[in-house]
């Protein structure tokens, strides 16, 4: 007997995440390996939050489902109504939650490409007709997003900054693009790299909630606040449209421990600003550590970088893992000529570079 999926669940690859640590040290016999791959925090996560987790109290009990006492510091810090949010295991989880919610094999939506592989990964699951639009010059092509809407049209994608290239689409041009999107086309706003941005002009998405009640912003607390491994994010919109996403979420998806570190994590802003110079500063460090070695970093406003480093990132990824460093090859993200390096602490950068450049050596050796 042969158990029969939907058609599209057979032909689904599982996705691919950075390689763990523990994973390449036995692999490969090293005694140190660092991890450059996944877009974590690479400074931990707040001080107040790790004194939470230790007296982390009931796991016999159900979390809050409703998350109450996060649902009110949520909505106290971006000033929104508690109704305004949705909570997610993760954003990942948000973003499932939306395609089931919206998409069916009678509609499409629309994305970048190369973008965030699980837009993709979930509106194929639901049979939904996918249109990508290349990205120009690594930034989303809004215009031409813009242009393949129809009535079937569900849900246009926006991630900001993008992931994989870490480029960013700015207020005018966003502002532009809303104004063409109908106003029963879902748009989402992708901001799990929001508290990285240093670009004056990057959209107040927040703002724009009030005159979009077809907007949805998406955030984390897997990146700049440090917490990717208790899996919560969030969703922030109409209240209206949030109220009919809610009973499709699993009643207690969030769990306990994460709601609580996330209170305490946003209570935190110092860390907040401290991990955000922090990443400025390694930032151009590498950025022009790259260039001298000619090589190109995509502008990047979050705390990755999308090098071109000329040749298959394949060859740079394996010379590095050899090196006990952990980057991304570009090869499965759509950018076949490059590597995608999270920004380290300021010890790791120092390693991953000393790593890059004796590669280069024996290149050119
Ligand atoms: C990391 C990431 C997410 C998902 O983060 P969660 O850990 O699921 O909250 C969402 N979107 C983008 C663009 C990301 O890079």
């Known amino acids: 007997m042969k158990l029969k999926m939907k058609p599209v669940v057979d032909d689904l690859k599982p996705y691919e995440p950075g390689k763990p640590i ?37 796991p016999n009990l159900y979390p809050d489902g409703h998350a109450r006492e996060l649902r009110q510091a949520v909505a106290h810090y971006l000033q929104v109504e508690d109704g305004q949010l949705l909570f997610g295991a993760g954003s990942d989880e948000v973003i499932l939650l939306l395609c089931r919610a919206m998409l069916s094999a009678q509609t499409n939506t629309v994305m970048a490409t190369p973008t965030f592989s699980q837009y993709k990964q979930n509106a194929a699951v639901e049979g939904a007709r996918i249109i990508e639009v290349p990205l120009k010059d690594g930034v989303h092509d809004l215009d031409a997003m813009a242009d393949c809407i129809d009535d079937d049209t569900r849900i246009m994608w926006v991630c900001n900054p993008n992931n994989p290239s870490g480029t960013y689409v700015d207020a005018s041009d966003f502002s532009a693009f809303m104004k063409r999107v109908p106003s029963d086309v879902l748009v989402v706003m992708d901001e799990a790299y929001g508290e990285y941005v240093e670009a004056d002009d990057y959209p107040n998405s927040l703002e724009m909630l009030n005159t979009y009640e077809n907007l949805l912003i ?148």
């Open 22 to 58: 523990e994973v390449v040290k036995e692999e490969l016999g090293l005694d140190s390996v660092i991890k450059m791959a996944s877009n974590e925090n690479p400074h931990g996560s707040s001080q107040v939050v790790q004194k939470q987790l230790e007296q982390a109290g009931t």
């Open 218 to 365: 998406l955030r984390t607390f897997s990146k700049m606040y440090g917490l990717a491994g208790l899996r919560i994010g969030y969703a922030v919109g109409a209240e209206s449209f949030i109220s009919k996403l809610e009973p499709l979420r699993p009643p207690f998806n969030t769990t306990t421990l994460a709601q609580k570190a996330a209170i305490a994590a946003l209570d935190d802003q110092g860390f907040v600003h401290d991990c955000r110079e922090k990443n400025l500063r390694e930032k151009k460090k590498l950025e022009v550590f790259f260039k001298d070695n000619r090589c190109f970093p995509y502008p990047s406003e979050a705390n990755f970088l999308l090098v071109d480093v000329g040749i298959n990132g394949d060859r740079v990824f394996d010379a590095l893992l050899h090196r006990g460093i952990i980057v991304r090859s570009g090869e499965a993200l759509g950018f076949p000529n490059c590597i995608r390096v999270s920004i380290g602490t300021e010890k790791e950068n120092e390693q991953f570079m000393a790593s890059f450049a004796e590669w280069i050596q024996a290149q050119n050796g």
